[in-house]
């Protein structure tokens, strides 16, 4: 089994930060919000986009997927009583001349194989689609 290690501690009333390895990442815990950090919320969107992305770094090479990009959209939507997310949309797109099918596969892929994107969907209402990047995206 892996194991993951995190801790976080308070800055002061308008931040805290978390540590894994040699990386932090600044967090939004003020009570009035900040634009330059992530709050929990949105640090859990950027888990589940970062499980996509690296499942699809994983799993290109084996099924052989040629790609030039990716990138992840997702939408969440938080009740109030009591908090939590009650559902959470996203959209891969894929910058990529493989056809339909192969698009298909690398999603089913990706959602059967992601750590993150399995944990959330057996906690809330996980949906969203892969599609082809365009020139104009």
Do not use: W
Request: a negative charge.
């Amino acid at each position: 089994m892996l194991e993951y290690k995190v801790s976080a501690r308070r800055i002061d009333s308008h931040g805290s930060v978390a540590v894994a390895k040699d990386a932090e990442i600044p967090l939004d815990t003020d009570m009035a919000g900040r634009r330059d950090a992530f709050n929990p919320a949105e640090l859990l969107l950027a888990a589940v986009a970062a499980c996509m992305i690296k499942g699809i770094e994983r799993v290109a090479p084996m099924i052989q997927f040629d790609l030039r990009g990716v990138e992840v959209n997702l939408h969440g939507v938080r009740q109030d009583s009591p908090p939590k997310i009650v559902s959470i949309e996203y959209e891969i797109m894929v910058d990529t001349d493989e056809t339909d099918q192969r698009l298909e596969l690398l999603h089913k892929n990706v959602r059967k194989y992601g750590t993150i994107s399995n944990t959330v969907a057996d906690a809330t209402k996980l949906e969203g689609r892969i599609i082809r990047a365009t020139a104009s995206q």
